[in-house]
């Protein structure tokens, strides 16, 4: 279907690649927009990690937003309380990634292209230390 595009479509106001934009994470919002998501990928590799945190008994709960700007996947250690830490992809943020992790305080802990070294640092496992 992408191939049909006629002349008088492309003439319309900025005709785009569905297929393409699905590809760079970017899926079509009700208001006629694009929004940011989290691909199935990221999905499992951000699950990988709250799940063997929830076995740990860090965290208990998690909330996940999606906006036309940014996806957020936010980590609760009550349900009641503010996020202690979110997980987000913003949209072309080309420099610093579009991948960061951010604390409850708001700092940013780490930035990056790929999501498993960015959520690596909310996975600190101990190291043995022979003596």
Known sequence: MDAEVTEENQSA???VSLA???RRGIRPMGSGGFGVF???HELRDIFDLYGR???DGEW???AIAMTGQ???FSIYRRTAETPLYRIEKTREARKQGAYSVVAAT???LKRGHDLKRVIGVLDKRLKLVSS
């Open 13 to 15: 106001a900025g005709v």
């Open 20 to 22: 393409a934009n699905q």
């Open 38 to 40: 989290f691909d199935r």
């Open 53 to 55: 945190k929830v076995a």
């Open 60 to 62: 208990r709960d998690y």
């Open 70 to 72: 940014k996806a957020v």
């Open 106 to 108: 708001g700092l940013i």
